[in-house]
């Protein structure tokens, strides 16, 4: 793990939330909700980000928790081969984008938590 990616939550009404965190917390929101940029003990630029999904969403599947977690990663296709091996339950196959690959597993309680190899660059 090199970080927290995110961490995603659902919500009655998820609009009017990132609305109110916008205006009385002074998150800089957008659809997503907010992403908050550090950089890491290399300097690299990096990203952590907060997104309320709506109270019926599917994404956090199988789970039936109220939250997922997203970690980011380093070269997410090997740890995914060595959790495997390690007897931990992937969810479905691991997807490319233009701005990371992403990877589910599921720990000891059920909780889905989002694997993610992140191409930062790719947010500027």
Request: net charge negative; with cysteine; proline share 3%.
């Amino acid at each position: 793990m090199t970080g927290i990616g995110g961490f995603f939550f659902k919500s009655k009404n998820s609009k009017e939330l990132v609305s109110w965190y916008g205006k009385h917390l002074g998150l800089k929101t957008d659809d997503y909700g907010s992403t908050f940029w550090w950089k890491d003990n290399d300097g690299a630029d990096c990203s952590t980000q907060w997104s309320p999904f709506a109270d019926d969403t599917t994404y956090f599947a199988p789970s039936e928790k109220q939250f997922m977690q997203n970690f980011r990663v380093a070269n997410l296709e090997k740890l995914l081969e060595q959790l495997k091996l390690e007897g931990v339950t992937l969810v479905g196959e691991m997807e490319s984008y233009d701005y990371g690959k992403f990877g589910w597993i599921l720990d000891p309680e059920g909780n889905k938590i989002e694997l993610w190899e992140p191409i930062d660059s790719a947010f500027k």
